[in-house]
């Protein structure tokens, strides 16, 4: 792949949009090699979390590529555009393992919506983040503004989309879009720490408790989500992992 790195390391793996030249820029080239990266790292069982973010210290993501997505006027071939990339970003706000976008610097427009597809946003305290497609007088394009609605609210991120305005990334903390924030020379020790926390655990009840969480925020009944947690953990009750991490804790007592 020539825009996309990839280091996996005990469980973590490393998604680094490889495209400084122009800000990490999404482009064709790169919504594909993403769309590879993610079948392989979802069919892995040694991954449990992957991290996402943007090679160099200026950007995240700039949003898409102008000298490729600037020379599309026309609607029968904005709109097949636009849904590949719609695709994709919805393939990792459903994918089964943990994600964090992992924002070491300007996120802004497309890259704000690649931030709503991941499950976790940390960020260092220098980014800057922004939902400018109205000054282009155009709406968010990828599906995130229906997914920076569903996360913090319609009127909270109407704020956003009908402004424009570019904010820190304390305030993105403040109304609940940004999950940490870090000194920017600390911030990937900070996730990679979070991460490996998350790969120690067993795999099996992690896609457990994504699964539970996707049922969640789509608002399904409380009822028919605590049924399918007590169905899931029933599954997981009695394998000889569970039963052997009860008889080492009754070794202990």
């Known amino acids: 792949m020539d825009n996309v790195l990839l280091n996996i390391n005990e469980g973590v793996a490393l998604v680094t ?8 820029a999404i482009s064709f080239e790169l919504v ?3 769309d590879e990266c993610l079948d392989r790292l979802a069919a892995d069982s040694q991954v449990k979390v992957v991290i996402f973010t943007g090679a160099g210290d200026k950007a995240f993501v700039s949003g898409g590529d102008l000298a490729q997505f600037g020379s599309v006027r026309t609607k029968d071939k904005s709109y097949p555009m636009l849904m590949n990339v719609s695709r994709l970003l919805s393939k990792i706000d459903r994918f089964t393992k943990p994600t964090i976008a992992m924002i070491n610097g300007a996120a802004i427009g497309g890259g704000c919506e690649f931030a709503a597809a991941c499950r976790f946003r940390m960020a260092s305290e220098t980014a800057k983040l922004g939902f400018v497609q109205i000054g282009m007088h155009i709406i968010t394009g990828w599906g995130s503004g229906t997914r920076l609605m569903e996360k913090i609210g319609t009127n909270q991120a109407l704020q956003l989309l009908l402004t424009g305005e570019i904010i820190d990334a304390r305030q993105g903390l403040d109304i609940g879009f940004i999950d940490r924030v870090h ?8 996730v990679f720490a979070f991460a490996a926390k998350i790969a120690r655990q067993p795999l099996p009840a992690i896609l457990a408790y994504m699964k539970l969480a996707k049922m969640v925020d789509s608002n399904l009944p409380q009822e028919v989500c605590i049924e399918e947690e007590i169905d899931q953990c029933s599954d997981l009750w ?16």
């Not at 009695?238 to 007592?253: P, R, V, W």
């Open 17 to 24: 949009l490889n495209r400084p030249q122009v800000r990490n």
């Open 32 to 34: 594909d090699e993403l």
């Open 183 to 190: 000194k920017a020379e600390e911030l990937k020790e900070s």
């Open 238 to 253: 009695g394998s000889d992992a569970h039963y052997g991490a009860i008889q080492k804790f009754l070794q202990k007592k």
